[in-house]
């Protein structure tokens, strides 16, 4: 702790202003008015819907609510979340140095659960749908001219199952680590090649070799915000590092393609 | 810190770790990776050549990774032979380990060159000859440049065609004929090779290529522009091949729309199954002072073909068979539709090492699906009327032709 006097020293000044910014936000932000009680734990009182409520009629704070809500443990939440992918493959160029490949954007969305066992951890388990996109360009002098190019759309379905540690009261910052496991349901590519000047979208056909299984690590961080008493809004970003080889291992001469995927967005869960 | 530091270096290299690499991947038409010295080193130059630039892998039944895995150890054996005794492998034994190897391909386009790497002794194999020898309707069989010159002649000789005349240019050959049937003419054409748009351009050097490129002018213009044209053969038996460009004469000089008669796809990468998606191949029309809408004019258009219809010579079978009027009559063909791309850059797979070197495989560089069927490499087009040589000579199919466009 000593270790860590002298920063807090150094930078007071600052960590004083970010906390009450923090809290000002919190009351500036119309979720959190008082006044604003249609969205604030008093409907839920009045209906019976919140934690809250459950425990009796009596009026407490917004800000009060949300402190007890955190430091509450055994919650579930559900909610959906969505954003944008953004994948690119660890490959070998093989030969094919003329190959380049580059990291594309896609879609992201899905549901999402999470467990609090703690104020500081919960369990998260989703299940989304994620598009693993990626490009590739032939760069040869020679084929400048022809624009000769692949773009991949892949379709995954993802199952991450993460430990989401948590710091914070109001605005919460979250840490996500975990493994996931998925499945590529479909794929399609945008070709030009030598022999089509017009960019040819087709369903991908999967082949012997393709490795459908996709499984690894993901990490991420996000910050949450709760604007009413049982919802939660939060904005994540996470990335997935795929152990899976896109390709089956051969008996003889291996080739190996695995995909890193970003994935940014927005999710809104209710507290139960 | 620095210990912390260490740490997350360490759980991050486990992590990055549990991501096997690749094997390397050499380029087969790089001259470094053809400098070996023994029969394993050829070997596995060959293998890991067709390993990534083979284009049928998709079709192919064989298992490449268990050839591999049975013959590496039998050409380490010749090797070891060399190295104690100096004993370099007899011809039937070097040839039949290349030839075992290759039996089951596909690709009927295939040849396979190879030099003894201390005698220097060429070898050259045709996996795909050597299955169509092995038809039922093959066997016995003379498929000769000699033996359909002499059916041709006695087409004449015989009253199925009234006249005619060959044409040669090089070690080409063409023969343009016409059957009088009353006041219509049936045109008829035999090319030994699809070189139209080459000789068509070319100022002809002797008597015989003034007559070749004459016979091609003479059959276009009769199907083209004659008002008694009563129908078309085009003779494709025992025809090699040659450029694809030239279906706009065969094909594209009688279709009123663009026919899409097949698929072509390729390799994108080093991947054995890396292949791009099915690529739509299209004739285009010729201009329509040059053309004849077949279809419009309802004039029936016979394609003979054989067992030795290579290449162009079924490629064109297939794309005349898909015409309205069209009909390809004779034997099931070669089975050698996969494409050549001669410009290497283009594409990541077909034919791979040194011509001049101790290993060069000739092969194809696109699969070919004609539409409506499979991937027919290695097999063949069937015809719609069958006519065996083995049954009824050269002459069945062409009597076949001619009585069915008289009564179409």
């Known amino acids: 702790m000593n270790r860590h006097l002298p920063f807090m020293r150094r930078n007071r000044r600052w960590l004083v202003v970010a906390a009450i910014a923090l809290l000002g936000l919190s009351d500036a932000l119309p979720a959190f008015s008082q006044s604003n009680e249609i969205r604030s734990g008093r409907i839920g009182i009045e209906f019976g819907k919140s934690r809250y409520g459950r425990k009796g009629s009596q009026y407490k704070s917004r800000r009060n609510n949300i402190m007890e809500n955190n430091s509450k443990m055994g919650f579930w939440s559900v909610g959906i979340l969505g954003g944008a992918s953004f994948n690119w493959q660890t490959r070998e160029a093989g030969y094919a140095y003329d190959r380049t490949f580059d990291g594309a954007w896609g879609a992201h969305a899905g549901v999402t659960g999470t467990y609090m066992f703690f104020d500081w951890l919960s369990i998260r388990a989703d299940i989304l749908y994620t598009q693993k996109n990626y490009n590739m360009r032939r760069m040869h002098p020679a084929l400048q001219e022809l624009n000769i190019h692949s773009n991949y759309t892949n379709h995954y379905l993802q199952v991450p199952v993460m430990a989401d540690w948590t710091f914070g009261s109001l605005v919460r910052a979250h840490i996500f680590t975990g493994a996931y496991g998925a499945a590529w349901l479909s794929g399609e590519a945008a070709r030009v090649t030598p022999f089509n000047k017009d960019e040819l979208k087709t369903k991908y056909q999967f082949t012997p070799e393709d490795n459908r299984a996709d499984g690894g690590l993901v990490g991420g961080v996000g910050i949450s915000w709760d604007p009413i008493y049982y919802i939660r809004i939060s904005a994540e970003a996470m990335i997935f590092y795929s152990l899976a080889n896109t390709v089956k291992r051969q008996p003889v001469m291996n080739d190996t393609r695995y995909n890193n995927t970003i994935v940014i967005g927005l999710s809104a869960r209710y507290v139960f | ?408």
């Not at chain 2, 002018?217 to 091949?241: F, M, Q, V």
């Not at chain 2, 050698?336 to 001669?342: D, R, T």
């Open chain 2, 1 to 408: 810190m620095k210990q912390k530091l260490l740490y997350i270096a360490l759980i991050a290299t486990l992590v990055i770790g549990c991501r096997p690499k690749g094997d390397i991947y050499f380029d087969p038409n790089d001259p470094m990776n053809m400098a070996y010295t023994t029969y394993t080193g050829q070997f596995e130059a060959f293998w890991r050549g067709m390993n990534t630039h083979y284009v049928f892998w998709s079709e192919d039944s064989t298992d490449w990774d268990a050839v591999y895995k049975d013959m590496l150890p039998r050409f380490q054996e010749l090797d070891t032979t060399y190295a104690t005794s100096g004993t370099t492998p007899d011809s039937a034994t070097f040839a039949g380990l290349y030839a075992e190897m290759t039996a089951t391909l596909r690709d009927h386009h295939m040849s396979i060159q190879v030099l003894d790497v201390h005698t220097n002794k060429p070898f050259l194999f045709y996996p795909g000859v050597a299955e169509v020898k092995q038809r039922d309707y093959v066997v016995g069989q003379n498929y000769s440049f000699e033996a359909i010159q002499t059916a041709i002649n006695g087409f004449v000789s015989s009253g199925l065609l009234s006249s005619g005349t060959w044409g040669e240019m090089g070690e080409q050959h063409n023969f343009f004929g016409i059957r009088n049937v009353d006041d219509k003419k049936i045109a008829y054409l035999w090319i030994s090779n699809f070189q139209i748009s080459q000789a068509l351009s070319k100022e002809p050097e002797s008597e015989g290529e003034t007559a070749y490129i004459q016979n091609l002018r003479s059959w276009l213009d009769l199907c083209i522009k004659d008002e008694n044209l009563l129908g078309i053969i085009l003779d494709t038996r025992c025809n090699l091949g040659g450029k694809v460009e030239d279906l706009k004469y065969v094909v594209g000089s009688f279709i009123g729309k663009p026919l899409h008669y097949a698929d072509l796809r390729y390799k994108e990468g080093v991947g054995r199954y890396e292949y791009t998606d099915w690529i739509p191949a299209i004739i285009d029309t010729v201009a329509a002072e040059n053309r004849r809408d077949l279809e419009a004019s309802n004039i029936p258009y016979v394609v003979l073909s054989n067992a030795m219809s290579i290449s162009m010579g079924e490629i064109s079978a297939a794309a005349i068979k898909q015409l309205p009027t069209g009909c390809m009559i004779g034997e099931r063909t070669f089975g050698a539709h996969g494409q050549i791309v001669s410009n290497s850059a283009l594409l990541h797979d077909g034919s791979f090492g040194d011509k001049d070197g101790l290993h060069y495989v000739y092969t194809s560089s696109m699969q070919t699906r004609f539409r409506g069927e499979e991937v027919l490499e290695g097999i063949g087009v069937s015809p719609d009327k069958s006519v065996l040589q083995v049954e009824s000579g050269y002459d069945g199919a062409m009597e076949k032709a001619i009585d069915y466009i008289k009564a179409y």
